[in-house]
């Protein structure tokens, strides 16, 4: 790991560009984003971190509801923003996306679906979701009992919720991201995809935002994702 910010560091001072803070904006985004006390947390945090400052430069994190982060980013008051899913009409994004959204449904390990396509099997189920998320059409139109879970936290909150049958099923974004060894509810679940309603997640980039930063920067982005992947990254603590 050394060794690969040592060589990016000395490619990027080499071109003689001097030192920059990028303004970072964050959209919360369990388990990938949270805020705690207002600041900023998560892997994807230290993922960008990391390419940034593997380059000599600094990271100004801040984070802001998703309509009023656009504008900023519009505005040029950030240089870029993430997590964004599929890529925004209006919205300027890196070529490549960060990592890739399967959907999929949680069940506790004695009650595992492996297959989705079946989908009257959920008739009659109370399966829970995070208020606001769009979900699966074949699961709206399946006759489950379909119940939203507000507040902050929630989707981490109702995995637990799941664990302790206070659901038969909850609805997760990008359940593979639930499956590391730091997290003690994946041996309690099981989740089988919906692998047809896969979308991708980028990094949206400011239009104000010069062209020279900006092609350094998803340089270093491309060059990160291909030695080591955000999914990767993200496991291996």
Known sequence: MFKRILMVTLYIFSLNVSAYE????IIEHPPHAA???????????????????????????????VKR?????????????????????????????????VPGLCFQKQ??????????RFEGMKIGYTDGVDIAKTLKNSGAKLVPLKGKFALERG???????????????????????????SKKVACSYF???SSNTYVAVSPQLNNEKRT?????????????SYLDFFNEL
Do not use: C
């Open 22 to 25: 990028y303004r970072v904006g």
């Open 35 to 65: 805020l705690k006390k207002g600041v900023p947390v998560g892997r994807i945090i230290d993922y960008v971190q990391e390419i940034i400052t593997s380059q000599g430069h600094k990271v100004k994190l801040s984070a802001s509801p």
């Open 69 to 101: 982060s656009l504008k900023q980013l519009e505005d040029g008051d950030l240089d870029i923003l993430l997590p964004i899913q599929e890529p925004t009409k209006g919205v300027l994004t890196f070529t490549k996306p960060l990592f890739k959204l």
């Open 111 to 120: 009650k595992f679906l492996p297959f989705l396509s079946a989908t009257h």
């Open 159 to 185: 995995i637990k919720m799941l664990a302790i049958d206070r659901y038969d099923a909850f609805y997760h974004p990008n359940p593979i991201f639930l499956y590391h060894r730091n997290n003690p509810i």
């Open 195 to 197: 692998h047809g309603l």
């Open 216 to 228: 350094l920067l998803e340089g270093a982005f491309n060059s990160m994702m291909e030695k080591e």
